[in-house]
């Protein structure tokens, strides 16, 4: 997309044109953050194809057919543009698991027996599985390989996303463990456990080029580990 005045020649042209033609010329310059969402989609889906290397803003800038300039109007860096995916990822899910603990209503979630509360635990599980299944290139933000080279900020951003993911599991199954000799111990280790079994098979969906799917025999595998 051009940013600068069109010429004599071109300005006549579009006086000829039919006004659903200069309709169509007009709705195609993007609305006011309409331009700094489309950076981020064609980011996450160069992200999505099996072996990517390294994503430059010259290839993403080509991408869009836009200039690298163009792309920083809009993010003052790259950083910046894999900051928009990483805050899109942990809305995403944190609202998510709002929603399937309900801490909204404390009560409620005290009365809730140790059988609910391992399904709650396994519930928020499966749904970081099924985000990541569904958007193959933000997983490769989560695991970190699309960081490698990227801002050190970046892979610390994910690693607390993890780390507030095992809080949650942990706050679930303390009523899960609130029988055993050392509930908080046994609470801690098992969201440890459950937290690395999500991040193990995200990882395996990225590195067998978003064959292996991290829901397989899903179910199942909640089953043993709870």
Do not use: C, W
């Amino acid at each position: 997309m051009s940013d600068t005045l069109p010429s004599t020649e071109s300005a006549a042209a579009a006086d000829a044109s039919s006004p659903e033609d200069v309709l169509a010329a007009a709705r195609k310059r993007p609305k006011p953050g309409e331009r700094r969402e489309q950076i981020l989609q064609a980011l996450a889906s160069m992200l999505e194809q099996p072996g990517a290397e390294r994503i430059t803003t010259a290839a993403l800038a080509a991408r869009l057919s836009v200039s690298e300039a163009a792309l920083y109007r809009h993010f003052a860096s790259k950083a910046q543009m894999f900051e928009g995916l990483i805050d899109f990822i942990e809305h995403t899910v944190f609202s998510l698991v709002q929603q399937i603990i309900g801490r909204d209503v404390p009560d409620a979630a005290n009365a809730r027996s140790a059988q609910e509360a391992a399904r709650e635990a396994a519930r928020v599980v499966a749904l970081l599985l099924q985000f990541g299944e569904r958007n193959p290139g933000m997983v490769r933000v989560m695991v970190g390989d699309a960081l490698v080279f990227e801002h050190e900020r970046l892979q610390q951003r994910m690693s607390q996303f993890f780390d507030r993911i095992e809080s949650t599991l942990r706050q679930s199954l303390r009523r899960v463990t609130a029988q055993s000799g050392t509930p908080t111990v046994d609470a801690q280790v098992a969201a440890s456990v459950l937290t690395s079994f999500a991040l193990g098979r995200l990882q395996r969906y990225a590195r067998s080029g978003f064959r292996r799917l991290p829901t397989e025999h899903l179910e199942a595998s909640l089953g043993l580990l709870l």
